[in-house]
């Protein structure tokens, strides 16, 4: 198992706003979709079935902008373990020709299903996750 995944998205009609990119919102919908691919992909079923996250904090840097129709290459990070219930998220979003278009870095809060409380991460559920 690794501390990174990646995916691509690409720009439809309805990701793109009156600037004629895709919109800032977006690109946040993307990395919640990224961050949750890599959970649901690595995690154990159990631990799937036991655990939400949500998000407590964004950075997003902006460096470049898509149309419709351009392809991105999506790619999230864990580098570090979490502390408590929380750990950091790191996203990188490249065009086609490797430019890369935002940066950013979320903290995520894991939340216990049964209780809705948060909980600090068992290093059992941290372990895939960590590159290594």
Do not use: C
Request: proline letters at 5%; charged letters at 25%; hydrophobic letters at 45%.
């Amino acid at each position: 198992m690794s501390g990174s995944f990646s995916r691509k998205f690409t720009a439809r009609p309805e990701h793109i706003d009156a600037n004629g990119h895709v919109n800032n919102a977006v690109w946040v919908q993307w990395m919640e979709e990224l961050a949750t691919a890599h959970w649901m992909a690595q995690a154990q079923p159990e631990h799937a079935d036991a655990y939400v996250w949500v998000v407590t904090r964004h950075e997003i840097d902006y460096r470049g902008n898509v149309t419709e129709g351009a392809e991105v290459q999506a790619l999230t990070e864990i580098r570090d373990p979490p502390t408590g219930a929380r750990f950091d998220r790191h996203f990188t979003f490249t065009d086609a020709a490797g430019k890369v278009l935002v940066r950013a870095k979320t903290t995520w809060a894991m939340i216990d299903k049964a209780s809705g409380r948060l909980l600090r991460v068992p290093a059992e559920v941290a372990a895939p996750f960590l590159g290594g």
